[in-house]
């Protein structure tokens, strides 16, 4: 059974730093697309960023130049590191991957539980 489990959130004050990451487990082929997203109360979840395999990236333009979106394939991990962080920054902030699982036909979207930042002003 393939898992994301997301680590590294907490409270900050603004202007500080933090690194989110996530970490890929189970049986699987391959993994493409990673990504961060963020809900925050009373909103919609939004894309944060996106790294593809070969490493290009994307970003939602509220982060652009703050934020940071990079994986390492051979532990299976996507990082987020939050830089100038602001409390619009603040809400559950969740991973989100493209995985070829071994006994399936195509990649599927996989999702962790969600790891929260509060940034307080």
């Known amino acids: 059974q393939v898992q994301l489990v997301e680590s590294g959130g907490g409270l900050v004050q603004a202007g500080e730093s933090l690194r989110l990451s996530c970490a890929a487990s189970?049986?699987?082929?391959?993994?493409?697309?990673m990504a961060w997203y963020r809900q925050a109360p009373g909103n919609q979840r939004e894309l944060v960023a996106a790294?593809?395999?070969?490493?290009?990236?994307n970003y939602a333009d509220s982060v652009k130049g703050r934020f940071t979106i990079s994986r390492d394939n051979a532990k299976n991990t996507v990082y987020l590191q939050m830089s100038s962080l602001k409390p619009e920054d603040t809400a559950v902030y969740y991973c989100?991957?493209?995985?070829?699982?071994?006994?399936?036909?195509?990649?599927?979207?996989?999702w962790g539980k969600g790891t929260l930042v509060t940034v307080s002003s």
């Open positions: 989100n991957a493209d995985i070829w699982a071994v006994g399936a036909k195509r990649g599927m979207d996989y």
């Open positions: 189970g049986s699987f082929i391959m993994i493409n697309t």
């Open positions: 790294i593809r395999s070969g490493g290009s990236t």
